[in-house]
């Protein structure tokens, strides 16, 4: 069976400050990877998705950047975080290589920006 | 571009009713339209998903028909119970694409 993991759980953070979220899949080779960000009670934002090792596509401009360094890890990172930044990260991964499929959510990453 | 549109933000039912939330969408690509409910301090789950014009999709007494004539995915229930309390949420891909969008979420509480 296929398992998601985001580190940390949460974290509290300064504005200006840099920031790095992490996720990893596990039992799944190749899979499709997206970054989602949800504010408090809010709607799903997809951020950033991810088809294989050292390719990522940007969906919207955040500030934000994201890496996928190996095959079962996909990392979100800015250097500066803003007060907007604050909310819910959310990893997700999907299990058809063409996309349009289930999002698989990992347990995500609770942020605040003060 | 693509959007996806929920028009209630909130709806409140006594437990044992029906309920309907309501999902339309615009998009100029062969859709994909999917439920997920995400109950509080969790990460969303699929509850259904459908690519196929006019036929019903069920799971844990939920159900929803992808209409394309009205670019509608409406989800219903018959008979509402307390743990349905969560946040739903009414979302459209691309076939063979990557890019999620998702609708601004219907928060649904059931009372005893």
């Known amino acids: 069976a296929q398992t998601i993991h985001q580190w940390p759980v949460a974290e509290i953070k300064a504005v200006g400050s840099p920031l790095s979220l992490g996720c990893t899949i596990k039992?799944?080779?190749?899979?499709?990877l997206y970054w989602y960000w949800q504010a408090t009670g809010g709607t799903l934002q997809q951020l950033f998705y991810s088809i294989t090792v050292g390719q990522v596509e940007s969906v919207v401009q955040l500030n934000l950047s994201a890496s996928r360094p190996k095959d079962d890890q996909f990392i979100l990172s800015t250097e500066k975080l803003l007060l907007s930044h604050s909310g819910f990260y959310l990893c997700a991964w999907s299990p058809l290589p063409q996309g349009g499929d289930t999002q698989y959510f990992g347990p995500g990453t609770r942020l605040l920006v003060l | 571009g693509d959007s996806v549109t929920q028009t209630e933000g909130l709806v409140t039912l006594t437990k044992g009713l029906p309920v309907m939330l309501n999902c339309t969408y615009q998009t100029t690509y062969s859709p994909f339209l999917f439920w997920y409910v995400q109950h509080l301090n969790e990460a969303p789950k699929l509850l259904l998903k459908s690519s196929t014009d006019n036929k019903r999709t069920e799971h844990q007494g939920f159900y929803a028909t992808l209409h394309k004539s009205s670019s509608s995915f409406h989800l219903q229930k018959s008979s509402v119970q307390l743990s349905d309390s969560a946040l739903y949420f009414c979302?459209?891909?691309?076939?063979?694409?990557?890019?999620?969008?998702f609708g601004s979420g219907t928060r649904l509480l059931v009372s005893p």
């Open positions: 039992g799944k080779s190749s899979p499709n």
């Open positions: 979302a459209l891909s691309e076939s063979g694409g990557y890019k999620v969008v």
